[in-house]
């Protein structure tokens, strides 16, 4: 947007005049070589129709975007027009070879330069013809790329295994497949003043709040950046608020969790070139479900849910609940587990504390270079956290047992967790409650809770507090908040996200109820 | 703005270093206390306390160390301990995890009121230790014996009241708030439970001797020591233990015995409910209780044919006039000899007739040995255990 505010009346005028597509087909032709210089990528294939006779055409493309195969048969076909053509006179133009081929390929006309480069580099094949002021455009992109797989980030035991892939079409394909609905809107925006990168909406008409798909759609269009090359790029520069560590947005991999959300009166917002799909809003207990809950017996799923929960608050809570109650509230351990505790401190030259930084960090590198590591190497990474970790620290009596098991616990608890920014993000909490404990004790502790629980409150996603359904309380949705309700208790959608079609049955939709509670949430 | 969030941020950051951490103690800096034991001298007190040495406990690294260490010191008065004690130990004293506090007999006998007044300011101390008299042994001695299997003999000591409580009638656990409130309380008083060490051969000081089982001195405890307000009067035997706490309604579970002829007869006890009743006996306040008994039988050493409901209600009557005279040798103790109200027959009179008690509170020990008591025991055996008529029981045709 800047960069038009700068523009003067003058530089519209010769944009204008450069925009437009030259009568003469060899200026044309002229001017993309000058812009595509040094790219000799770009292939410029002249031929007359008419056997040979006539005017001049050019098929221009991109050699790397293109698919051979589509290319030939493309020239085929051509041929196969030269001969076709029964009246050697019949001038054949745009419109001609437009309808010739929109017949069986997707082809589309164009008369502005700007759109004939975009058109160049998604992947299409161009044709001009002298003295003709369009173009047309024939899509002959190449679908090289990963086919479907199972998501590596979200595994699950039951449920469907087809996970997203880098390329846009077959995303919302797979979204399409489970929705077979006409109110299933598609809408596609371009983001990335260099990448022009494809980025589509997708919401279910009614079910999703007008509002909120307006404001997503409104903040995407204000994106100013050169490129785009993962949905995190829209996430943060489309978050509420910027400086939350707390993810805002739920991205995905799994196609069925989207169809869920979209269902819900959720927006998904997908990016091309990135297999994670962004759903909103995203509410603080979203990220402790999984969509596995849904296919599980209802009371299995609850259970789950609390143990999530449980090990969401022990990631969180273990290593500072440690130090605070070992450096300042001896008199609440039990008498045994004291004894016990400082008969392994013993000889531990580290004040608690210290020990528990160097351990969490230790944990922290690992896990890092873990993931980093090319795989062939990875077992050498858990054969020496493993030594280094476990036994020889406490073995050569630097690191306590004790506390061996406290990291333990917190990294068993924060893999619980099945949203990887959400476990990032408590990680980050959890170390700042640590400092806290190490100075405060149980205080400090409540005091970085109360900030912790206060920033919580403050957030939000797409318009949405973040801790709904619990602050603001909204009764109806606890069917599907820590417990999940069976499904046919299930009867209306979140209040807050979805729209004027609240109810998932048949029933009467209770819109003056939901309207009104909706109004007391804002 | 800049300025100002320069200002913020270094504020946290001196929150963060240069207050906070004031109470914070490392667990290997603190000396814990598990024991306490108080002896008189002529000037105040000898203050003993059992400390562990936490390394000779670690499993791993088994050394011949002992896991406790008994400092002592001679102060004034109680509040001067800890600071006394900090000129011997290395560690800081805690004493939030103390089990058990051991009086000597003449410490008890001069009264324990302020002691209990340090006992029960200090906020250190948690509330759930008990507290002990020494008998026929200095305070000092008892904290110095080391116990078997559970290697720190304060916990030891403190398990081994806690679970005879619950599983043999003379044993009687008061907790720092039972005791303060019942010296307080008009016309009730504390009972202690004794503690002394059982006479065998060698004293374990040093962990070499307790690889020989057997061998050496033990803790047991034995006796309840009743208090006049904070001083001790005198001690109940172990009948008299017994009856007290059935009168008191401290029994959860016991073994008792009869001789029904030369047959030995054993019951476990149960269920035991007592209940007090305060009545009026001619314009004088009398005391009414009633014990209700359930049993199971566990032994019957001969011929004894338990099975018949005739043998039964025998059985009934011979345990409930076992109980009762534990009772009654316990109330006449009580008040003909000791002239104290243990029982907290008075505060039942002060609760049901506040006005009479008004009148008799002054020389309540007085009316408390004229006071007219009526004891009912009731026994019900509900199961005969596994067997029902005794292994070897000749038929008779």
Known sequence: ?522 | MKLRRFLFIFTVLQILFFTGCWSSHEVNTLGITVCIGIDKTENGYLVSKQIINPRAIASDKATMESPIVVYTTEVNNMAEVSSRFMTQVSRKINDSHLRLVVFSEAVAKEGIQNVLDYFARNHEFRTDYYFVVARNATAKEILGILTPIETIPGVDMYNSLNMSEKEWAPIKTIRIIELVSSIMADGKNPVLMGIEISQNKTSPKSTEVLKQSGEYKLLKYSNLGVLSNDKLVGWLDEDESKGYNYITGNVKSTVEHVYFDEVKITSMTTKVKSSTRVYLLENKPAIEVKIKIRQNIRSVEGSFDIISEENKQILNEMFAGKVKSSCEKALNKMQKELRTDVFGFGEAIHRKYPKIWKKIKDDWNDKFSNLPVNITVEVETKQLGEITKPLFMKEEE
């Open chain 1, 1 to 522: 947007m800047k960069f038009f505010k700068k523009t003067t009346v003058k530089d519209k005028k010769t944009r204008e005049a450069d925009s437009v597509i030259s009568k003469d087909i060899n200026k044309n032709i002229t001017r993309l070589k000058e812009d595509f210089a040094h790219d000799s990528d770009l292939v410029v294939h002249y031929f007359k129709l008419e056997n040979n006779r006539g005017l001049i055409c050019a098929n221009i493309y991109i050699k790397s975007l293109v698919d051979r195969s589509t290319i030939n048969s493309l020239s085929i076909e051509l041929e196969k027009l030269k001969c076709d053509c029964p009246d050697r006179k019949s001038v054949i133009n745009i419109d001609g070879l437009m309808d010739y081929f929109s017949g069986v390929r997707e082809a589309k006309e164009g008369l502005d330069y700007e759109t004939l480069c975009t058109d160049l580099l998604s992947g299409n094949t161009v044709f001009l013809i002298d003295g003709c002021e369009k173009y047309l455009a024939v899509s002959a992109g190449s679908d090289e790329g990963r086919s479907v797989e199972e998501p590596s980030s979200q595994t699950v035991i039951k449920g469907p295994k087809d996970g997203f892939t880098e390329k846009i079409n077959s995303n919302i394909l797979l979204i399409r497949k489970r929705i077979k609905s006409k109110d299933l809107k598609v809408e596609y925006l371009c983001a990335g003043s260099i990448t022009r990168t494809t980025i589509s909406l997708m919401y279910i008409h009614k079910i999703a709040q007008d509002e909120i798909v307006q404001e997503i759609r409104t903040r995407l269009n204000k994106i100013e950046i050169d490129g785009v090359l993962e949905s995190g790029y829209i996430e943060e520069l489309i978050k509420d608020d910027r400086y939350s560590v707390f993810p805002t947005f739920l991205s995905s991999e799994k196609p069925d969790s989207v169809a869920g959300a979209l269902l819900e009166g959720r927006v998904a917002i997908l990016v091309d070139g990135t297999p994670y799909v962004l759903t909103a809003p995203a509410l603080m207990i979203e990220f402790l479900q999984s969509s596995e809950d849904y296919y599980h017996h209802y009371i299995i799923s609850s259970m789950m849910r609390f143990l999530r929960l449980l090990a969401f608050f022990l990631t969180l809570l273990v290593p500072a609940t440690y130090i605070a109650l070992t450096l300042f509230h001896q008199e609440i351990i039990p008498t045994p587990l004291l004894i016990s505790i400082a008969a392994q401190r013993e000889g531990v030259p580290f004040p608690a504390l210290m020990e528990a930084l160097l351990m969490e960090i230790t944990f922290e590198i690992l896990r890092e270079a873990g993931i980093r590591m090319p795989r062939a190497i990875g077992s050498a990474v858990s054969i020496v956290g493993a030594l280094v970790l476990g036994q020889a620290a406490v073995e050569a009596g630097i690191i306590s047992a004790a506390m061996v098991i406290v990291v333990s616990i917190t990294a068993i608890s924060s893999f619980a967790v099945p949203n990887y920014e959400m476990s990032n993000a408590i990680r980050l909490v959890r170390f700042i409650l640590m400092l806290m404990a190490g100075v405060f004790g149980l205080y400090g502790i409540l005091m970085g809770l109360i900030v912790l629980i206060l920033h919580l409150c403050k957030i939000k996603s797409v318009t949405v507090p973040y801790l709904t359904p619990i602050a603001p309380k909204v009764k109806r949705e606890s069917q599907d908040t820590l417990f999940r309700f069976p499904l046919w208790k299930m009867k209306y959608r979140p209040i807050g996200i979805s729209g004027t079609d609240a109810a998932r049955t048949g029933e009467s939709n209770p819109v003056n109820s939901s309207q009104k509670e909706k109004q007391e949430l804002r």
